[in-house]
T-cell receptor, first 119, second 111 residues
Framework: DTGVSQDPRHKITKRGQNVTFRCDPI?????LYWYRQTLGQGPEFLTY????????KSRLLSDRFSAERPKGSFSTLEIQRTEQGDSAMYLC?????????????????FGPGTRLTVL | GQQVMQIPQYQHVQEGEDFTTYCNSS?????IQWYKQRPGGHPVFLIQ?????EVKKQKRLTFQFGEAKKNSSLHITATQTTDVGTYFC???????????FGKGTTLSVSS
C-alpha cells in the first residue's frame, strides 16, 4: 500500500493524559499536513511541514499541541493534557510540491485518520 | 482572510436526478481543488482547476472554474447512490501552503 497511513486508527483516553499519533506519508512527498475534523465540519488546518521544517501553524493550535517530522519522512502529533474538546478525527495529508511549479497539481492525499475520544 | 462559501450545505436527490454544488470565494484564486469525502471516510482529491473558464469532465461529473476565478461548480449528471458524500472545494491559503475547508455540500441519494 503506497498511500498515507496513520496510527492508531482509534484512541480513547482520559482527560489530562498525553497522546501521540503517527503519520506515514507517501514516500516521495515533501509536504505533510495535519488537520482536525469534527462531525459536520470540514477538515481544519493545524500545521504543515516541508521536509523536516515546520513552516506553518494555525493560530488555533494551542501550545498543548506539538508536531514533529524529524527526518522529513513520518510525522508525529502530540497532544498534552488532553481535554474533552480535543475529541475529533485527526487527519494527516501529504503532497509533492516541485520547486517553481506554482500551478502544477498539488493535490493532497489524506490518510484514514486517527479518531480521538477524550473521556 | 480568504473565505469559502459553498451552497447548498445539504442536498437530497432521488437517484437519477442531477446535482450541482457551488463554491464562491471572496478573492481571486490561483486554482481550486475539489475533494469528496464518503461517510466515515477521508477526503479524496477529485480535480484541480487552474485556468479561467476551465471546464473538466470526469464521467458524470463536470467541474467549472469561473471566468473571474472567484467561483467554481461541480455538477453530477444522473446521480447514483455511490455519489453519496460530502463535496468540498477548499481554498488555498494566501501562502498557498494549506487548504481552508468549509463545511462542504453533503449529498444524499435515495434509490
Amino acid at each position: 500500500d503506497t498511500g498515507v497511513s496513520q496510527d492508531p486508527r482509534h484512541k480513547i483516553t482520559k482527560r489530562g493524559q498525553n497522546v501521540t499519533f503517527r503519520c506515514d506519508p507517501i514516500s516521495e512527498h515533501n509536504r505533510l499536513y495535519w488537520y482536525r475534523q469534527t462531525l459536520g465540519q470540514g477538515p481544519e488546518f493545524l500545521t504543515y511541514f516541508q521536509n523536516e521544517a515546520q513552516l506553518e501553524k494555525s493560530r488555533l493550535l494551542s501550545d498543548r499541541f506539538s508536531a514533529e517530522r524529524p527526518k522529513g519522512s513520518f510525522s508525529t502529533l502530540e497532544i498534552q493534557r488532553t481535554e474533552q474538546g480535543d475529541s475529533a478525527m485527526y487527519l494527516c495529508a501529504s503532497s509533492l510540491r516541485l520547486a517553481g511549479n506554482l500551478e502544477g497539481r498539488n493535490e493532497q492525499f489524506f490518510g484514514p485518520g486517527t479518531r480521538l475520544t477524550v473521556l | 482572510g480568504q473565505q469559502v462559501m459553498q451552497i447548498p450545505q445539504y442536498q437530497h436527490v432521488q437517484e437519477g436526478e442531477d446535482f450541482t454544488t457551488y463554491c464562491n470565494s471572496s478573492t481571486t484564486l490561483s486554482n481550486i481543488q475539489w475533494y469528496k469525502q464518503r461517510p466515515g471516510g477521508h477526503p479524496v482529491f477529485l480535480i484541480q482547476l487552474v485556468k479561467s473558464g476551465e471546464v473538466k469532465k470526469q464521467k458524470r461529473l463536470t467541474f467549472q472554474f469561473g471566468e473571474a476565478k472567484k467561483n467554481s461548480s461541480l455538477h453530477i449528471t444522473a446521480t447514483q447512490t455511490t455519489d453519496v458524500g460530502t463535496y468540498f472545494c477548499p481554498l488555498p491559503n494566501q501562502a498557498g501552503t494549506a487548504l481552508i475547508f468549509g463545511k462542504g455540500t453533503t449529498l444524499s441519494v435515495s434509490s
